[in-house]
């Protein structure tokens, strides 16, 4: 059974962050407030952070904000409120509809479809000079991994072309949602696998996403040409994040994207 609420053990900074309403996107799903953290110095990179099950981006925006990342800039949207087969069908913010995670279990591929293309289309405006990337936690960190798989495919699970030049991707006690169907790659596809870094942290002791479900997503990943793709286990920790797996994450997103220094 996936947590109704993603539990963070982080102390907040405080600060301003710019709230824009939610929108429709064009498969008709409703998505909530969307919460933007300006760089506080020169915008070298903007990243779309995703939430868990049951959250929004407000608390989002607020752990985006207390990381030392000053070239950087943080679009945190909301999810759609929808019923969620794994709660009993108790209607929540979820990316899309998931139950058992497992590797027989049905992909909700549109609801998959539908928050990808919503996410590329919040990056789809940014200055061309700035690099973008994805990442999240939990139910995040999987539309993370599942967006990266249509960048190096170049199209969405219903065929429509991805528009996005991911260059970078980042995944917290997630997973990968459609492993069982084998990702098919062209050479342009393989060359665009093999160029986007990828970073997997997950507890050992995950009670809600199990930990071999993340080795076993960065393990598929590897298999499908992903040669970026590392995966940094955290022995004893549950399903929430501390203050040394997010040092990771701004420690390797300042070297792949080559940011200048932090704050």
């Given at each position: 059974?996936?947590?109704?609420?993603?539990?963070?053990?982080?102390f907040?900074?405080?600060?301003?962050?710019?709230?824009?309403?939610?929108?429709?996107?064009?498969?008709?799903?409703?998505?909530?407030?969307?919460?933007?953290?300006?760089?506080?110095?020169?915008h070298?990179?903007?990243?779309?952070?995703?939430?868990?099950?049951?959250?929004?981006?407000?608390?989002?925006s607020?752990l985006m904000?207390?990381?030392?990342?000053?070239?950087?800039?943080?679009?945190?949207?909301?999810?759609?409120?929808?019923?969620?087969?794994?709660?009993g069908?108790f209607?929540?913010?979820?990316?899309?509809?998931?139950?058992?995670?497992?590797?027989?279990?049905?992909?909700?591929?549109?609801?998959?479809?539908?928050?990808?293309?919503?996410?590329?289309n919040?990056?789809?405006?940014?200055?061309?000079?700035?690099?973008?990337?994805?990442?999240?936690?939990?139910?995040?960190?999987a539309?993370?991994?599942?967006?990266?798989?249509?960048?190096?495919?170049?199209?969405?699970?219903t065929?429509?072309?991805y528009?996005?030049?991911?260059?970078?991707?980042?995944?917290?006690?997630g997973?990968?949602?459609?492993?069982?169907?084998?990702?098919?790659?062209?050479?342009?596809?393989?060359?665009?696998?093999?160029?986007?870094?990828?970073?997997?942290?997950?507890?050992?002791?995950?009670?809600?996403?199990?930990?071999?479900?993340?080795?076993?997503?960065?393990?598929?990943?590897?298999?499908?040409?992903?040669?970026?793709?590392?995966?940094?286990?955290?022995?004893?920790?549950g399903?929430?994040?501390?203050?040394?797996?997010?040092?990771?994450?701004v420690?390797?997103?300042?070297?792949?994207?080559?940011?200048?220094?932090?704050?």
């Amino acid at each position: 059974m996936i947590e109704l609420y993603m539990k963070f053990v982080f102390f907040y900074n405080s600060g301003l962050c710019l709230d824009v309403s939610g929108s429709r996107n064009a498969r008709g799903y409703e998505f909530g407030r969307t919460y933007v953290v300006r760089p506080k110095g020169k915008h070298q990179a903007t990243l779309v952070w995703l939430h868990g099950l049951g959250d929004n981006g407000s608390s989002s925006s607020q752990l985006m904000e207390s990381l030392r990342l000053p070239n950087v800039k943080w679009i945190c949207p909301t999810a759609p409120s929808r019923p969620v087969s794994s709660l009993g069908g108790f209607t929540c913010t979820a990316w899309f509809d998931v139950g058992e995670i497992s590797e027989d279990g049905h992909d909700d591929l549109e609801g998959l479809d539908a928050s990808a293309s919503h996410i590329a289309n919040l990056l789809s405006a940014e200055p061309a000079d700035v690099q973008v990337g994805i990442g999240g936690v939990s139910m995040g960190a999987a539309i993370s991994l599942y967006s990266a798989t249509c960048y190096a495919l170049g199209r969405y699970g219903t065929g429509h072309a991805y528009p996005i030049n991911l260059r970078a991707v980042v995944g917290l006690s997630g997973w990968l949602p459609g492993w069982k169907g084998k990702i098919e790659c062209s050479y342009e596809a393989a060359r665009r696998a093999a160029s986007l870094p990828i970073i997997l942290t997950h507890g050992t002791s995950d009670d809600v996403v199990p930990y071999r479900f993340g080795e076993k997503s960065a393990q598929s990943l590897g298999m499908a040409g992903f040669r970026q793709a590392m995966f940094k286990p955290y022995e004893g920790l549950g399903h929430y994040t501390v203050p040394k797996e997010m040092d990771e994450v701004v420690h390797w997103l300042t070297t792949r994207l080559g940011l200048e220094g932090s704050r």
